[in-house]
């Protein structure tokens, strides 16, 4: 909904560019779903592990003391969001983080909410 400028104090002039420049609304509720997936702490438990490994469904879930079939769900989740990427190796399907700038972003954030320094970081 535009902001007529009639109605902006505007003290400073910056206002006026950061309206122009703002994301629309369906942008930050895409934003808002991404970190909507993240407040689930399995789920970011299991993208803390992926961030800095690759891993098959099996090993996931032993990692995380879960049945395959619940990682399953949380890793279909996070490929859906576009912050992991799966291949297959053989029979087995191998996930790992997405190598998109979205990605990048988050694990770095991650990592410093556990003020992690890690090599991985890209």
């Given at each position: 909904?535009?902001?007529?400028?009639?109605?902006?104090?505007?003290?400073?002039?910056?206002?006026?560019?950061?309206?122009?420049?703002?994301?629309?609304?369906?942008?930050?509720?895409?934003?808002?779903?991404?970190?909507?997936?993240?407040?689930?702490?399995?789920?970011?438990?299991?993208l803390w592990l992926l961030c800095h490994s690759?891993?098959?469904?099996?090993?996931?879930?032993?990692?995380?003391?879960?049945?395959?079939?619940?990682?399953?769900?949380?890793?279909?989740?996070?490929?859906?969001?576009?912050?992991?990427?799966?291949?297959?190796?053989?029979?087995?399907?191998?996930?790992?983080?997405?190598?998109?700038?979205?990605?990048?972003?988050?694990?770095?954030?991650?990592?410093?909410?556990?003020?992690?320094?890690?090599?991985?970081?890209?």
């Open positions: 909904m535009p902001v007529e400028q009639s109605q902006l104090h505007n003290h400073d002039g910056s206002l006026t560019k950061l309206l122009h420049d703002i994301p629309q609304e369906h942008e930050f509720l895409m934003a808002a779903e991404v970190f909507s997936q993240l407040s689930d702490g399995t789920r970011l438990r299991i690759e891993e098959c469904v099996n090993d996931i879930a032993a990692a995380v003391r879960m049945t395959a079939p619940a990682v399953s769900h949380h890793l279909k989740t996070l490929r859906q969001t576009g912050i992991i990427k799966s291949r297959r190796l053989g029979k087995e399907v191998l996930y790992t983080l997405e190598d998109t700038p979205k990605a990048t972003l988050i694990h770095k954030m991650v990592d410093s909410i556990f003020e992690i320094n890690c090599g991985a970081s890209r």
